[in-house]
């Protein structure tokens, strides 16, 4: 007859011979003994009852989620009690908690299965953790009566032996159970301290790998500074390029011309030219020369030309009447020839290379409209000065200290004069009439007749000699108006004198183009360092 382990009552642990539980009491003689078998055992995922021992204790077994003590198939509980007054948890496959009880009234989880929960209890009052399976946390308790495992099913934390509370340790393995080696210690990542928000902690991670010998950084191209544009030849946004066209790529202005501001300066003459302020480019034109004559005296020329806006290409005119004049003058004042004549033949030969810019059928028809100027120069040889010209380009004398009246020293051929000389008009009336600057005299192969005037003067004074196109005169007509706007040091420096009367003019309103030179007298001679030339 199957004899009774464990108190039906109390479910204390009895021993064969007790006929009374020795805890509450209870007999035992009247007591049913335990069925013996298992009650709905149904293959895979079925609930069975092991009993080994005498008179086990066995629950009730009906499929997933009841309590065995041994798994007999797939996902199935069980309970397997081993010796007397086990007593054992619920296990439901994976994350099912097991208790394996061996010893005396031991309580003891044991996993089977993964992530599963168990607590094996042996030896005595001993609190062990103990890992069986994938990712399972168990519990190994070692001693009797310890308080790792809560019954059916709970689990906790034991104290070991007499210790205090509060105080906790592993107990040594038990029997059968060899300690596990420790794992190899890895090696810690370095911490990096990361910037972050004030609500974020600091975290550790790993730093990244150096990089490999000869690998650029791409952020270096990234952060590399842009080279600078090359500065454009754009005078008006220093930063275009000006096209074939002569306006700028960028802003779209139009570039300076070569002829539009031209100064040069000689050793002993000096001359400013500019388009003014109202002309879209320069007509004026001028030449300057110095002549070693036979005598060894220095002959010191200037040449000054207007074009005739109203005629075609004027800027070529005046151009080439310049340079055609200038070099007659050098050469044949170099070969010996008498002032005046040389001046005669210097304006003849600045006559021919303006027609020379016309079509052959313009020679001789004042209805042709041919490229056209008007010509004035001086020629200084010691104290004697030779001027000659040809329209309304004038020459002035402008004497020193006020020692003297200042004179013009030409006559325009101009409509103008020749009411004033024919006694019909006051030169006030004359020269406010609208008609006062058609010119009666030009340079060009339309010219009707060509009458060069040349004159010379014996200069007994210090002072300088002016030669300039309308566009001063315009806003210093009289010679003593000139004299009053002449700056104090034009002898000694006759660049400044002509970038000054040059801005006269501009401040007056610059709506012609304007150009003047200045021939110091007696001459000063400003050395090689002296001479140059720049154009806008």
């Known amino acids: 007859m199957p004899q009774l382990t464990v108190c039906p009552s109390c479910a204390e642990h009895l021993e064969p ?11 035992l003689a009247d007591a049913d003994p335990p069925l013996l078998g298992a009650e709905h055992l149904t293959g895979a995922d079925a609930d069975a009852e092991h009993l080994a021992g005498a008179d086990p204790d066995a629950g009730h077994l009906t499929g997933a989620g009841t309590d065995a003590g041994h798994l007999t198939g797939a996902d199935a509980d069980a309970e397997h009690l081993t010796g007397a007054d086990a007593d054992a948890g619920h296990l439901t496959g994976a994350e099912a908690d097991a208790e394996h009880l061996a010893g005396a009234d031991p309580d003891a989880g044991h996993l089977t299965g993964a992530d599963a929960d168990a607590e094996h209890l042996t030896g005595a009052d001993a609190d062990a953790g103990h890992l069986t399976g994938a990712d399972a946390d168990a519990e190994h308790l070692t001693g009797a009566d310890a308080a790792g495992a809560g019954r059916d099913g709970e689990s906790g934390f034991g104290v070991i032996g007499d210790a205090p509370t509060g105080s906790y340790s592993l107990a040594p393995p038990a029997p059968g159970h060899p300690p596990q080696a420790a794992p190899a210690p ?15 902690a600091e975290r550790s991670v790993v730093p990244p790998a150096p990089p490999r010998a000869g690998a650029v950084d791409p952020r270096q191209g990234m952060l590399a500074q842009p080279e600078p544009e090359p500065a454009g030849d754009c005078v008006s946004c220093e930063a275009g390029t000006v096209g074939d066209d002569g306006f700028c790529t960028r802003c779209g202005h139009r570039a300076p011309r070569e002829r539009d501001h031209v100064e040069r300066q000689l050793p002993t003459v000096a001359a400013v030219s500019d388009k003014g302020l109202r002309h879209h480019r320069n007509e004026d034109a001028f030449a300057l020369a110095e002549a070693e004559r036979p005598d060894g005296g220095r002959a010191i020329i200037a040449v000054v030309c207007d074009g005739v806006s109203s005629a075609t290409r004027p800027d070529e005119a005046s151009a080439a009447a310049s340079q055609a004049g200038g070099a007659q003058l050098a050469n044949d004042l170099a070969d010996g020839a008498e002032p005046r004549q040389a001046m005669h033949e ?39 000065l030779t001027v000659g010209w040809i329209g309304d380009s004038r020459a002035y004398w402008i004497p020193a200290g006020g020692t003297q009246e200042p004179a013009r020293l030409t006559e325009d051929d101009s409509w103008a004069a020749r009411m004033v000389e024919a006694g019909l008009m006051s030169e006030a009336d004359a ?42 005169w315009n806003y210093a007509e009289s010679a003593a108006e000139l004299a009053a706007v002449l700056p104090s040091g034009a002898r000694t420096d006759p660049l400044g004198c002509a970038r000054s009367l040059v801005q006269v003019a501009l401040d007056g309103g610059g709506h012609d183009n304007v150009t003047v030179a200045v021939l110091p007298f007696p001459a000063v001679d400003g050395g090689a360092e002296g001479a140059g030339e720049r154009r806008a």
């Open 431 to 472: 020269y406010a009439d609208p008609r006062a600057h058609a010119i009666t005299g030009w340079l060009g192969a339309d010219a009707e007749e060509l009458d060069p005037h040349t004159a010379s003067f014996h200069l007994d004074t210090p002072g300088v000699v002016l030669v300039c196109t309308d566009g001063l």
């Open 346 to 384: 210097a304006l003849l030969t600045a006559a021919a290379a303006v027609s020379a810019l016309a079509p052959p059928e313009a020679a001789g028809d004042p209805h042709f409209n041919a490229p056209a100027c008007t010509c004035v120069s001086a020629v200084l040889i010691g104290d004697l």
């Open 17 to 27: 011979e007790d006929k009374f539980c020795g805890n509450c009491g209870a007999p």
């Open 186 to 200: 890895q090696a810690a990542p370095i911490p990096v301290t990361v910037p972050v928000s004030s609500s974020t």
